[in-house]
C-alpha cells in the first residue's frame, strides 16, 4: 500500500510559481509510477505530468510542457510538481497517484491504485 499526502498548493498571481509536494509511505513507492492529475470545478479529472521510478522518465500534458517539471526523491519518498508561469486555467485541486504495478506512465486515472486528499491551486488574473 501506498499513503499520498500532498502540500504546496495555494492562491498565486498569473505568471507566479508554486510547487507542489506529494509525502509517500509504503514500501512500493519507489518501484511506482507517480503522476499529478488535475480537476477544475465542472471539468473532468486530467493528467498533468508522471514520472517512471527506474529511469526517472517524465511525461507532460500539452497544455503544461514548458512551464511544469515533476521530479521524485525515492530516498526521501517525495514527488514534486515546480508550476511556473501559471495561468489562470491552471486553477484546479491538484492530486498525486501511484501506480505500482506500471513500468510506463499511464495518462489515464483509472491506471493508479492510490491518490491523494488533493490540494487547491488558484490562478488569479
Known amino acids: 500500500q501506498v499513503q499520498l499526502v500532498e502540500s504546496g498548493g495555494g492562491v498565486v498571481q498569473a505568471g507566479g510559481s508554486l510547487r507542489l509536494s506529494c509525502a509517500a509511505s509504503?514500501?512500493?513507492?519507489?518501484?511506482?509510477?507517480m503522476g499529478w492529475f488535475r480537476q477544475a470545478p465542472g471539468k473532468e479529472r486530467e493528467f498533468v505530468a508522471g514520472?517512471?521510478?527506474?529511469?526517472?522518465?517524465?511525461y507532460y500534458a500539452d497544455s503544461v510542457k514548458g512551464r511544469f517539471t515533476i521530479s521524485r526523491d525515492n530516498a526521501k519518498n517525495m514527488v514534486y510538481l515546480q508550476m511556473n508561469s501559471l495561468k489562470p486555467e491552471d486553477t484546479a485541486v491538484y492530486y498525486c497517484?501511484?501506480?505500482?504495478?506500471?513500468?510506463?506512465?499511464?495518462?489515464?486515472?483509472?491506471?493508479?491504485?492510490?491518490w491523494g486528499q488533493g490540494t487547491q491551486v488558484t490562478v488569479s488574473s
Open positions: 514520472i517512471t521510478w527506474n529511469t526517472f522518465r517524465t
Open positions: 497517484a501511484a501506480d505500482p504495478s506500471a513500468r510506463l506512465v499511464g495518462t489515464r486515472g483509472s491506471a493508479y491504485d492510490y
Open positions: 509504503g514500501r512500493t513507492f519507489s518501484t511506482s509510477v
